[in-house]
């Protein structure tokens, strides 16, 4: 007879029971301490099973926030790995490879006492346990697997097993009575000494037995028996990557581990590494407690990014604390020269709200020099080689690829629910894109939104060396150059650092420095990011400062003049000025500004505004681009010279035109989303024949006139067959903005538009190339500046949706004077009652209209009287420049109160 279902029921558990003791009673001791205080986690042991048998389930058991499970094959090989089975919350288990059905057995033990955990049983809750680093890792592993955030899998040591090998022969209590000496933190020699004898013991010390049964236990489960297997091996901390702290990479990270020995030597010197000379010093200009601070060891699997690509990126602007964009960095191989700064990266800035609308929203990008890269060495390791030719002029990172790793960053940062610093790397034999590590962002996300510290050179001296600039201050100083950490002593207080790069070993020094200056490194690396951290300015990847600067130089450091940071010669004066831009009182105006420089955007859009109204094309043009529009077009019919010239200019871009396009629509493309969703008002080029004639390959293309500024210029360029087809390629830039990046707050500006007819047939180049008045919400503007504007007012407004006021023309225009010669410069004023008479008719008649009507002439910017008469006039919006618009606000506040006052 054969047995009953219930019967076989009672027979299998009774089995099971059997086996989760035998589990649970040959496991180490410091498994099996259930009864010990403290969070617990579940020990599982799996038992694969063929998938599709009859009668058998696979069965997953729900975590607890304060449960982990550890989990331990039955037999044969580990189907455990993070990367093919994941737990998470609700219960699901989520199979990436390789799927098998497994039957699930369960041991507790206390997380207090285990000295090993996979990285994919760990959340944000467990820092304490096993550092930020691999807590991170965890949460981004269970929390953000359906948001397509794919992560290496791999196991963490704890901050238990730390503490247990530290207290082995008293070495901890020796550790803290020597960094209990107040003299280590001010003699860097005495630190230097203190920190190399604790990493010395630390490295000559065995592990125990436990400790290296679970870590072995681990490597085989990841690794599947693969001898050969590569992994990272990195520092978590308990007190690192946490919102109010920035270890900026100071404890160590290994790459390219291989084999056992290797893997337990390193993981030997990621736990020294908590006492180098920049980690101690560190902890202690922080108040954080030597003895609380304990150090984890995170081994993750490799991505192949040595035959790929990595980098980081940000969830904000590293400049400005711009919340809106995504910051990504890129270099060929391994991601450290890109973290250590020993390569200048490719740079892309994305737009978080158009890409959320599914647009190709990269609206910024920077081609980097790239002059090396880091790839696994022969026997294990890692070493720095150079690039080769196409490497260096190819981008290391597709605009696909850069919008992807974008949704990433985005994803963390909506997770985590606060901005943060994430580092990927790309398989280069597979394509897959993978994060690596994330934590929070500590210096732009910190910074206070609503006050506004700026510094201004008031004198010039003559430029030294240009790099990219890092932290929009101002610093001056004598010039010490360093060419390793071991001249520190030499390093005085209030000196200009120089050397080639800097890493975390710097650190003792560079807070005591005016301004840093470096040879490599880009905007990410350790130079910056401390720079950033201490509130000093960096001027980084300038190729050859240690070479074109000499110790004892008096130095003034500039970067706070956008993207380029400059170090001029001598210790120049400037200024700083702080405004506090909370709670501004109301105004009957919109102020908006007048910028043009794709490198300021961010910090300026965060001045209290109503969009951008005037935003002059040809400066990106002129000084992004820098050459004829004629001559990119007649490309293959140029000497060959400027040939050479021109292509050294546009490499990365598929083409001469594709540079001039694509560099327009990235200019125009960072300005409309620094303001978004106000508008911006782009004005298409005016440059004069004289102007166009300095871009390179001008010459060959421009007219000599007498009088330029009354010449071929404006609507009267556009249409001429001459110039149109370069015409149309702004307007293909413009296009690129509102429609595949998705910027439809762009609107179109046309100027110097002297007669009817002009107006009617520069609207049917416009629309001829998709840019149609209305089509999908385009609006364009006529700037009003010549008396014929003035004259026939309401008849150009059947051509535009309104004007904008372009004063500087119109008072030159109307008082027949040149405002570029200095003989009747003192006659320039646009408070001339005929000006003001000629702008009071352009305002009625577009209010008459309903239509709009504002002003980007530079009046408004140096008189608040006239500004005052603008907003009496009724004029919608006064576009300012920058540093004017916080005095024109209160000024205009002021005033608006004391005719209240006088009115009562």
Known sequence: MLPSSNALSLIAAFGASVLLAQIFFSAPPQLRSAAAPGPHVSMRAQTPVTPGCPGVQKRVVSLETTQFPIRRASSGSSPFRSSRTRVVPGGRARQLLKPRATVVEEAVVSKDTALCIPLDLLNNNDVEYVGGKSASLGEMISGLASADVPVPGGFSTTAHAYRQFLAQDGLDEEINALLDDPEIYTDVTKLQATGKYIREKILTMPFSPELEASILENWERVSEGNPNAAFAVRSSATAEDLPDASFAGQQETYLNVRGREELFAKIKEVFASLFTDRAISYRHDRDFDHNKVALAATIQQMVRSETGSSGVMFSLDTETGFRDVVFVTSAWGLGETVVGGTVNPDEFYVFKPTLEQGKKAVVGRNLGSKMVKMVYAKGGGSEIVETDERERTQWSVTDDEVLELSKMATAIEKHYGFPVDVEWAKDGDTGKLYIVQARPETVASRKKANVKEE????ERGSSLVEGRAVGARIGAGTVRILSDASQMAEFKEGEVLVADMTDPDWEPIMKKAAAIVTNRGGRTCHAAIIARELGIPAVVGTADATDKLKDGDEVTVVCSEGDTGVVYAGQLDYERKVEDLTDLPDIPVKLMLNLANPSRAFEYGQLPNAGIGLA????VINNVIGIHPRALLGFDKLPQDLRNTILEKTKGY????????DKIAEGVGTLAASVYPRRIIV???D???NEYKSLLGGPLFEPDEENPMIGFRGAGRYTDESFRECFELE????????????????????????????AQEVNDVLESNGLKRGDNGLKVQMMAELPSNV????EFLDYFDGFSIGSNDLTQLTLGLDRDSGL????????????????AHIIQTAKARGKYVGICGQGPSDFPDFAQWLVEQGIDSLSLNPDSVVPTWMHLSDTAAAAKSDAK
Do not use: W
């Open 731 to 758: 307007l293909l830039a413009m296009k690129k903005v509102r429609e595949e990046m998705g910027l439809t707050n762009v609107e179109l500006m046309i100027p110097f538009v002297r007669t009817l007819e002009m």
């Open 654 to 661: 598929p083409d001469p035109v594709s540079f001039y396009v």
């Open 824 to 839: 009747v410069a003192k006659h320039f004023d646009e408070r001339n009652p005929a000006v003001k008479k000629a702008l």
């Open 455 to 458: 510094f201004k050179l008031k």
């Open 687 to 689: 440059f004069k024949s």
């Open 683 to 685: 004005r298409l080029s």
């Open 791 to 794: 004259f026939l007012a309401d």
């Open 616 to 619: 002059r094309l040809e400066f």
